[in-house]
């Protein structure tokens, strides 16, 4: 049989990408002077808000014996490790104190740090930034800057509107990304009375062009069985709506909807917890609706019923999972994960070759799909 006939078998890596930021944990479950616990990457981390409000993220384990930071002291500035009592700037993980050492022991206590992760709040979410694994002798490094911003979410005017939904899921960060961007499980996972059957699937052609470590799915008018578009009709003509869906590594899918002055934008990202974890976060703002106050209620319901299909769907995934199977990507409707693989992979490249990361899509590339 000629080879391309053929689907391919699917890469199995689950790598977890560190030298990004992650969303951590909703800003609003994160309150001044206390002390929450989240993991990234299989990294346990201690997050919380000092006196000002001001976000930060140390490693929960203490530098001295490991004790986990979360059970210590916290006073909104320093943080007590409860085993020995050893004191850390929360913002940088330097060491204040020694409580055993005497007065002519000269141990340099500043150059000791709790492992501590730039963070920062934006867009309802504390976002942490994973740096390269630090090198050997952690425990005397003071902490990695980020070399950018977090990322945001695109906004086209100054008054909007901001709400988040989440979910977790049993599966790896691959199978949750490659999940997120599958454009042909819609007519069976998505089935609802309300919202569409699997009777109204039909050919799709979507243009893609490569975006810096990423793709973009052209701007075009949306489909007409696809939820944000059913309700943007209401504001402007058909054709006047434009959508623009990106994905970027390691994991954030942006879309982008404009009707006019009015718009709607979200930044959902699948956030590696273990290797068989993630969690998907969607984040979305929108200028629309002020004239019907339950829209949002509306829309937000909408969302929820549509991340608990996926939900639901990839626990189910995760049984099949458990012994291994060989798996395969097809065209086209898979090449969407084809790319997301070949961008991880050139990016692990570039990083180890120190080259520039060598896009897998040499130009735009048009895809049809039934769904
Ligand atoms: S383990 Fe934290 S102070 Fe000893
Ligand atoms: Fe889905």
């Not at 970027?248 to 956030?271: C, D, Q």
């Not at 189910?316 to 961008?343: C, S, T, V």
């Amino acid at each position: 049989m000629p080879e391309l006939d053929l689907p391919q078998r699917q890469a199995p890596d689950s790598l977890m990408l560190t030298g990004f930021w992650y969303r951590a944990l909703p800003a609003d479950r994160v309150h001044r002077n206390q002390l929450h616990k989240a993991t990234l990457l299989e990294i346990p981390l201690v997050i919380g808000r000092d006196r000002q409000g001001q976000p930060f993220a140390l490693r929960d384990a203490c530098p001295h014996r490991g004790m986990p930071l979360n059970c210590g002291k916290f006073d909104g500035e320093n943080l007590e490790c409860g085993y020995h009592g050893w004191k850390f700037d929360v913002h940088n993980g330097q060491c204040q104190l020694i409580p055993s050492l005497t007065a002519d022991q000269k141990l340099k206590v500043d150059r000791i740090y709790a492992g501590s992760y730039p963070c920062e709040e934006q867009d309802d979410f504390i976002w942490v930034y994973i740096p390269d694994p630090a090198p050997q002798g952690a425990g005397f490094a003071p902490p990695t800057e980020a070399p950018d911003a977090a990322p945001q979410i695109e906004k086209f005017s100054s008054k909007y509107k901001l709400a988040y939904l989440q979910a977790e899921m049993p599966v790896s960060i691959d199978h949750g990304i490659i999940g997120l961007m599958d454009p042909a499980h819609g007519p069976f996972v998505h089935q609802a009375w309300w919202w569409r059957t699997q009777h109204s699937i039909h050919e799709k052609r979507k243009n893609f062009e490569p975006i810096p470590n990423g793709f973009r799915m052209s701007a075009h008018t949306p489909s007409s069985n696809s939820a944000p578009y059913k309700l943007l009709r209401l504001y402007a003509d058909a054709d006047s709506i434009t959508t623009t869906i990106d994905f970027v590594l390691p994991n954030v899918r942006t879309e982008t909807i404009r009707a006019g002055k009015y718009w709607f934008s979200s930044l959902t990202t699948v956030t590696p917890i273990t290797r068989n974890h993630c969690r998907i976060d969607v984040v979305a703002a929108w200028n629309l609706f002020r004239w019907a106050p339950f829209v949002p209620n509306l829309l937000k319901f909408v969302f929820a019923k549509f991340v608990e299909q996926d939900r639901r769907t990839m626990e189910l995934q995760a049984e099949g999972l458990k012994h291994n199977p060989h798996l395969m990507l097809i065209d086209d409707a898979d090449r969407p994960a084809k790319w997301y693989f070949q961008l991880k992979a050139a990016h692990l490249e570039a990083k180890r070759s120190g080259a520039e990361i060598k896009h897998p899509m040499e130009g735009p590339v048009t895809l049809k799909w039934r769904s």
